[in-house]
């Protein structure tokens, strides 16, 4: 297949210039029988993401003492796709799976939960691009709405290397015959990047052009983060109105 | 208002104030999870709105019996930690020579009381309190554990008013489970109230809507029988 003009007149395929993200909708709170749980859109991602725990580890071989364990299951529905997906893990979402709990574990009090597990599980019901990123963003915020305690929340963004420029948040044309695309995601806390909870590249980029990819990425991830929180305050600003009143024994 | 806090806000710079569901790191006071914000003079916590049931010594819960051991009964108490209760902390007076599973058997649910945890997480309970007993009648609801102090209210209020108004018993475990036991009708009745309070557990005036729901509901009930 011949390689289509990528950037045309300094827009990007859909429109977009180099510093934009695609339209985002995030909504906490979807899944009733989870403990927490997000569904999120970016472009043409469509993500669910449900969190269990802090529960009990089955099998019990795998409890740790110490603290709790962190189970993260990435996975692609076989319709995600335009080309059927046989179902079940494969080497992708394996790895996908292993370096989003890495970049996950740091940020979750795991010492807080000895012996108990936290199950992760993210479904990618349509594919468009950069879907670890939004995995991980669904999973964070399934994470926070579930009341597991953490430093903070991971907020992840793509960047890519079309034709020679540096493009944030790359959709599958830019994707697929861009020359380097490469996912990011950060703590944030507190309205501030602490640090790097993921990073992986795939392609190549000069000093330079990393440097301009992560100053984008900061840049993004600080939009994403925003309509993270605004997500979860959403589901939690109806139920709250008034100050509780103070706890006390029967 | 009290206002909501996410994981790693910044809600104070003085270490020595921080209190329940906070972290501090370098001098400066994070919220830990999210919840509400109770920040005073001199201390600052955060109340949480979700997560679950974490056991602490003294706690009253409502467990299930999932396992019977020659020594004890493995209580399920719906937190991520199973609890241990020793024979040795069944009230002596109703032992009689019984065997373990004549006591307590698999699927039975008692009111316990947690006696410790320690730090591998361990969980030992006691039943050898006067609120403890096994549950052999009556009703248990299942709430979100966050919600717990509603349903027992400022100095108990709301837990005395339900308990007076309806004329049933009622033990709310620190788990979210609660016990309610009387005439079956107001059970239900009490069921309804507490799913409601769970419901609309931060909205002002809380108590005062309960009592007028259980006024109207017992009026109906009176009504019907007439």
């Given at each position: 297949?011949?390689?289509?003009?990528?950037?045309?007149?300094?827009?990007?395929?859909?429109?977009?210039?180099?510093?934009?993200?695609?339209?985002?909708?995030i909504e906490a709170g979807v899944l009733k029988r989870a403990d927490g749980s997000c569904y999120l859109e970016m472009g043409k991602n469509k993500i669910?993401?449900?969190?269990?725990?802090?529960?009990?580890?089955?099998?019990r071989h795998l409890q740790d003492p110490s603290k709790a364990v962190i189970r993260y299951r990435y996975n692609m529905a076989p319709f995600s796709v335009e080309e059927r997906k046989k179902?079940?893990?494969?080497?992708?979402?394996?790895?996908?799976?292993?370096?989003?709990?890495?970049?996950?574990?740091?940020?979750?009090?795991?010492?807080?939960?000895?012996?108990?597990?936290?199950?992760?599980?993210?479904?990618?019901?349509?594919?468009?691009?950069?879907?670890?990123?939004?995995?991980?963003?669904?999973?964070?915020?399934?994470?926070?709405?579930?009341?597991?305690?953490?430093?903070?929340?991971?907020?992840?963004?793509?960047?890519?290397?079309?034709?020679?420029?540096i493009v944030l948040d790359p959709m599958k044309e830019e994707d697929n015959y861009g020359d380097a695309d490469v996912p990011i995601a950060f703590l944030i806390r507190n309205d501030r990047i602490e640090s790097i909870a993921l990073l992986q590249m795939d392609g190549r980029l000069t000093l330079e052009e990393m440097k301009k990819a992560m100053e984008l990425a900061k840049k993004g991830a600080m939009q994403i983060y925003r309509l993270q929180r605004e997500a979860i305050m959403k589901k939690y600003m109806k139920e709250e109105t008034e100050e509780p009143e103070e706890e006390n024994e029967q | 208002m009290r206002k909501i806090v996410m994981p790693g806000d910044l809600i104070a710079k003085n270490?020595?104030?921080?209190?329940?569901?906070?972290?501090?790191?370098?001098?400066?006071?994070?919220?830990?999870?999210?919840?509400?914000?109770?920040?005073t003079d001199t201390s600052v916590r955060v109340i949480p709105l979700k997560g679950r049931y974490i056991p602490s010594s003294g706690d009253v819960v409502i467990g299930i019996v999932r396992e019977v051991t020659a020594n004890g009964w493995i209580v399920d108490v719906y937190s991520p930690y199973q609890a241990f209760l020793p024979v040795l902390e069944y009230p002596e007076n109703a032992m009689r020579?019984?065997?373990?599973?004549?006591?307590?058997?698999?699927?039975?649910?008692i009111i316990g009381k947690v006696l410790s945890i320690d730090p591998k997480m361990k969980v030992t309970l006691t039943m050898k309190d006067k609120v403890c007993k096994p549950v052999r009648v009556g009703r248990i609801v299942a709430i979100n554990p966050a919600r717990v102090p509603r349903v027992i209210g400022k100095k108990g209020s709301m837990i005395k008013m339900l308990k007076s108004e309806l004329g049933i018993q009622i033990v709310v475990g620190q788990n979210g489970l609660i016990w309610i036991n009387g005439d079956r009708r107001k059970v239900s009745i009490a069921e309804e109230a507490i799913y409601i309070i769970e419901e609309e557990a931060h909205t002002e005036g809380l108590t005062d809507r309960i009592t007028e729901f259980i006024k109207k509901k017992k009026g109906e009930l009176e009504n019907a029988e007439t």
């Open positions: 297949m011949q390689k289509p003009k990528l950037i045309v007149d300094g827009k990007r395929l859909d429109g977009r210039g180099f510093e934009e993200l695609r339209p985002i909708k669910i993401a449900a969190v269990y725990g802090p529960r009990e580890v089955h099998p179902p079940g893990p494969d080497r992708r979402s394996v790895e996908i799976s292993k370096v989003s709990r890495e970049a996950l574990e740091p940020v979750i009090m795991k010492e807080l939960f000895p012996r108990s597990g936290i199950d992760v599980f993210v479904e990618v019901l349509q594919a468009d691009a950069g879907t670890r990123t939004a995995c991980l963003n669904a999973a964070s915020v399934a994470l926070i709405d579930a009341g597991v305690a953490m430093r903070g929340m991971v907020t992840s963004v793509a960047v890519a290397k079309v034709e020679g420029n | 270490p020595r104030a921080a209190g329940y569901g906070t972290y501090v790191e370098k001098g400066k006071v994070y919220a830990k999870f999210l919840g509400l914000l109770d920040k020579n019984k065997k373990v599973n004549e006591l307590l058997d698999i699927g039975d649910a």
